[in-house]
Every structure is written in C-alpha cells, then in structure tokens.
C-alpha cells in the first residue's frame, strides 16, 4: 500500500506542535510520511516559501498558520489535494464546509477539497450544544475564560513572565501580545473592537466568529447567539459559562442524559463535592468538559451549563485530525 | 457636639481592616470615637465576647463578619443603636432594607435599626443595571469572574501560595478555602451547591444570592435573572459579564450617556485601544467601571456590557460606610 503524504505547514507553532504529537496516536505510522513546513527552516523543518515542489508533494495539507499562508495555499491546491486549514481565512466561505466532526461531520461525504477548522471556542461551544439539538435551541449566551495559549506561544510566555514578576513582587513587564498584565487580572479579549459601521458593531473579533461560526455549524443561520470573550490568566484551556432558551421544558435528568449521550462530552457534576469543569483537569485530552447544569429558575425553559475544553487540542489539532481521519475513512484509506 | 461611637465588628478581615482605612476618609476624625472588636484581642482590638458593655455603647456597629454574630448583635441591640450588617443574616429579611445607596439609599428615611449590607457581586451588578432603569430591564444574564479576597484573607493567602508554587514549577499546595488550585486555572465559585430539592436548584448560594438580592434592591421582585459564580485568579475586584434585555430598542449612544451619568458608574469603553474593565484598574477605588457596552447583533433589544469593581471597597466597606454616612445625614449629624 503506498503511503499517503501529510504536510503540516506552521509546524513550530502551538497547534503545529500539537498535530506533531498527537499525528501518531491517530493514524499508524507506517501508512503516512510527514513533511513539516514553517516560515524558517530548522532542524527537520523546512522553510514553507522555498519548498513548493515537497508542498506540491503533500496528499493532504494541514495548515496551522495564519490567513495569508492558508490563501497561498488554496491557489496553489492541486486537484488530487486536500487542505485542512485552521486559519480564518475560508471558515464564512459558502463554498467552504466548517467541520467539527462530531456535529457535522456528514458534510465530509461530499468530498470537499478545502475543509476549515472552527475557531477553538466555537468548536468547544458547538460540541457542548450540539447535546441539545433535540430540545430545539432558541438563543444562547456565552461569557468565556479563555487562556493565555490562545494567543499562541507568545501569549503563553507573556503569561509566565507575569506570573514570575507577581510572584517576586514586581511589575509585568510590558507584552507584545497582550497591551494588558494577564498574571491576577482578566481582560476583554485582545482581538480588535468590530468599528460602529460594521456588522457585529462593538463585538470583538472573537467574539464575531463564535457567533459566526457556530451558526454556520449547528447549520441554524439565525441562531440569535452573542458571546462576550474574555481573556483569564490559565496557561491551557478555555471556559465557557453558557445559557440556552429551549423551545421546550426539559427536565434536567433529560439534560444530564443529553450531554452524558453526547459525543465528544464528558459530563463533570458532581454537585456534592462541587467538582465542575475546570482548566487544569481539560487540558492535554479531548473531550469537551461539561458541569454546572442546571434549569434557569426564572426562566422555565432555559438552561445553563459551564464547559472546559483544551482549544490546542479539541479547539485545534485534534479537530483538524479527526476531519483527516473523517475523510481518509471515506476514501477507505484508513 | 458629642461624638458617636463607632464599632467595627470583625476588625481584623479585610473588610473590617478596609472599614478602618477608609472611615477617616468619609467622615471627619474629630466627629466619632472608633472601637474594634474581633473573635481575639489583639493590639487596639477588643475580644468581642468579652466586651458586651462597649458593644452597647456604640451607636453605631458595622458588623464585617458572619451571620451568627449579625444575630448575637441584633438580638443584643439597645433601641438607640443602628446595626449595617455586612453578613448574609438578614439580607432577604422582609423588616430589613437592603441598601445599595445609589440605587435604593431613600429607603434609609424610614430610619431603619437593621440595614443589611449586599452581597459584593450583587452590589456591582445593581450599581450597573441601576443606569438602565429607565429601558426596563427585563431579564438579566449574568457571568462572573470573582478574585480570591472575596473568600477573604485565607482565600488571597492561598492565591498567592499558589502563584509562588507555579512561578517555581511547583504543585500549587493544598488549600483549606479553596478545594482545587485557583493559579493558573478557574473554577466554579466555592460555595455550595443548592440541593435539588430546595429553591434554586443547581444554583450555588453565591449564584443564589446575586438572584434574590437583586432582585430586592433594584425593587423587582419577578426579574428574571441568572448568575454563573466563577472564581479566578486575580487577588482583588471582581468582573461580570451581563446581558440585559431590555423592554424597548435602545440605541448605543443612549446605552452609553445612560451609563455615564449612573451615580458610582466610570465608563471605560474605549473601543480603539480596546481598554475595557479590569480587575486590576478597578481595585483600590469605589466606582463600578463599566464598559464593552453593545447592542446584541442578533436582538435589537438586547445589550451587554462587562464591569469590574472592587468587591471589598463597594462591594463590601464603602457600601457599609456609604450607608452610614446617609444615616448620618438624615439625623443632621454628619
């Protein structure tokens, strides 16, 4: 049998990085060989704008960088070649499918050639609401704890600097990525503010593709839907405190057996000891963390929960890697 | 002119240490003789128990620790003495006024002996929803990210142990306030989580309470309105993120002078330079910031916007002293 080629292009990011590792526990490793691109050669890494015969060469391309790299890309594409892009680039593209396997993954069956990957906290939400498509949902509103690991390695270390300063007692050195301290401080999201002309006025970018995004998935396009993203000082993982308008009044053992049937969920509510999802338990596995639910008590046909999800991994790598392993199985390769 | 006396009861919590800073500053020194008291005697502090004949000669007591002394002091009160009550004894007590001054202050001309002191995230909340009276709320979503003083001085200690631990790569050591690391991660709020058998369901008591006192002080006994209580790790101010629905369409701008004219309100919406409310600027000052004011995409009638106050100044001490201080003016004693 011969071995298909994967490209992972951005691999020395957190999400290449990621795919890397996560790559061998998915598909056997004899059946593929890996050629990893970024924008500067190093060890075993080739540089992306000098490499374009071994891109050429790839059967499937995983891109993990930005929108500018995932256009280059898409013209470039080969008719035999596929590319799971993780940028933003083709995710409101018609033509265009936006997967997360475990809600909509039959789209995969129509072959398509570009397939974009959610942003990290849609994907995270569309798992935990695709449990209760069943009970009709009408409206949702999401307030999320997102970590430093979202803005990338760059976030990350700007994060571990603070949190060092704070513990000897001195200031936050000033970041690149965050205009603000995250070490003992939250803050709105560092995405920019949509201006008052646009569509999504005085959302920020996050928060607009969560809105976006998660309509284009759950496939319902007026899904009224507002999300309000905040950044939190974790290293990993993000949060979500969420509240769903059902057209029905469910029970909540009806709830409960929703999300614990649900794939890609795994239910953590345990009401005694107070044991919900949190960062540190979510992070380094892939299911969506779901707790905290319960019946609005105003309100007879609202719900709420609370969910923790590792966004490098479920959020990322490994949504992108379940579409591959999605369409290798189609083509009856894996 | 005589001068009043002045207990503070738990004088050695941070409230009762912040009472203590901030009362020279609102009323003049020269005009009250101060006596603290805690469950132990220390420097310039009376052991409570021991000290019946001072506590009846204050006339004034403002209690910062829990509900069994609130009811020792209420049962023990003398006909001349006022009891403002930081701790959750009486808060839904029918005969008590729960006074935010800002919002519901003229309550105190009916010369109460008992004023109930707000939970601090409901007294942010309602200083904020206060500026939007006049376009009828009519549903509130609420989702918290509270610092680690709100379970007082063991609760910072721990934050802060945990800080050292992850800055040295060290497990975060075992707290007694907090069951699960509070560095580096987020979790729901610490309090318990009401039975399934009991009003509020699912709630925990935190959540419950930003429920009924709400509803109590803003005067609206059937508003519908959810809280999520999520501790994070930042040492002081609490933030929210709220959703309002409101009775009529509203534009942005209106939202806005709304809030900018909202006594104990600082608008902090600067959509540019995305400077928005954050713990760490609204600590160590008494107004509620409030900012990423916006009209819901999806709802005409709906908008968000974030706060960030210091729980214990008017979450807490000031509220206390701002109370005070009204009773004072009403007698034309201050």
Known sequence: VKKIKIGIVGATGLVGLELQRLLPQR?????YDLHLFASRARDGVHEFAASQLLVDDCDYLLNATEKDVAEKLRRGLKSNQVLIDNS??????????LVVPEVN???????????????CTAILLCVALNALKDFGPSRVVVATYQSASGAGIKGLE?????????????????????????????????????????????????????????RKILGVHHLPISATCIRVPSRRSHAEAVTVDLKMDVPLEKLREAFAGARGVKVVDDWENNHFPMPLEAQDQDLVLVGRIRKDVTLGRTMHF??????????AATNALQILEEILRQRAIA
């Open 88 to 97: 933003s680039a083709f995710r409101m593209d018609p033509e265009v499918p």
């Open 27 to 31: 598909l056997r490793p004899a059946t």
């Open 306 to 315: 609370f969910l923790a999800g590792d966004q490098i991994r479920k959020g």
């Open 105 to 119: 993954g039959d789209i995969l069956q129509s072959a398509p050639q570009v397939v974009a990957n959610p942003n």
């Open 158 to 214: 700007e994060l571990d600097a603070g949190m060092k300063a704070a513990a000897e007692g001195r200031e936050t050195p000033r970041g690149e990525v965050f205009k603000y301290p995250l070490a003992l401080n939250v803050f709105s999201h560092n995405t920019s503010i949509r201006p008052e002309a646009s569509m999504g006025a005085g959302y920020n970018d996050e928060e607009w593709k969560v809105v976006e995004e998660s």
